[in-house]
């Protein structure tokens, strides 16, 4: 087997690319420094991490590992799974067997897929979503609506648009916080609340 040692050969003190690398049995591991390039082969795999390149990458046996620093990507590949965070752009996404999970910390947006659930939650639009076997939730902070949804039914809050609304298998709960109008609905039935400036009113028709 062969080991080589190359060190100066564009080195740092030459203001060159300063590379250092080891070759042993056919085997190769580089470093480049002042290229910000370090790179190891071993056998059949590689590890490569780039530096100022802003690359690594780890491949050993198909499966590829892979960190981008200064273009904010780092993406993870294990026997078929995807994991990647992108830091600069703000998203960061695992698959794992065909499951998605992914949060945007820039673009505001997580979402969570697993067997067809999915969970998202976006901070700065202010909406926050929860998808759980076709269920979804939904929160809107900075709109003012929380609303959830539950297989069968939907229920509903609106808090700067005053509208709060539960559907349970047909039935429907109705508030209003804002207009002045609070109404339950239960199996045809509509008792009915007005609030309102000068008088409050009860209905059950």
Do not use: A, T, W
Not at 75 to 96: A, F, H, Q, S, Y
Not at 126 to 138: C, M, S
């Amino acid at each position: 087997g062969e080991v080589r040692l190359i060190d100066g050969v564009g080195g740092k003190d030459q203001g060159g690319g300063g590379e250092r690398r080891l070759i042993d049995r056919g085997e190769e591991s580089s470093l480049i420094d002042g290229g910000g390039e370090e790179r190891f082969i071993d056998g059949g795999g590689e590890e490569r991490l780039h530096d100022g390149g802003e690359e690594g990458r780890l491949i050993d046996g198909g499966e590829e590992e892979r960190f981008v620093d200064r273009d904010g990507e780092g993406r993870l590949i294990n026997r078929g799974g995807e994991g990647r965070l992108i830091d600069g752009g703000g998203e960061g996404r695992l698959i794992d067997g065909g499951r998605e999970e992914r949060l945007h910390d820039g673009g505001e947006e997580g979402r969570l897929i697993d067997g067809g659930g999915e969970g998202r939650f976006i901070n700065r639009g202010g909406e926050e979503r929860l998808i759980d076997g076709g269920e979804e939730g939904k929160l809107i902070d900075g709109g003012g609506e929380e609303r959830f949804v539950d297989r069968d039914g939907e229920g509903r809050l609106i808090n700067g648009g005053r509208e709060g609304r539960l559907i349970d298998g047909g039935q429907e709960e109705r508030l209003i916080d804002g207009g002045g109008e609070g109404r339950p609905i239960d199996g045809g039935g509509r008792p009915r609340l007005i609030n309102f400036p000068g008088g409050m009113i009860m209905s059950d028709f």
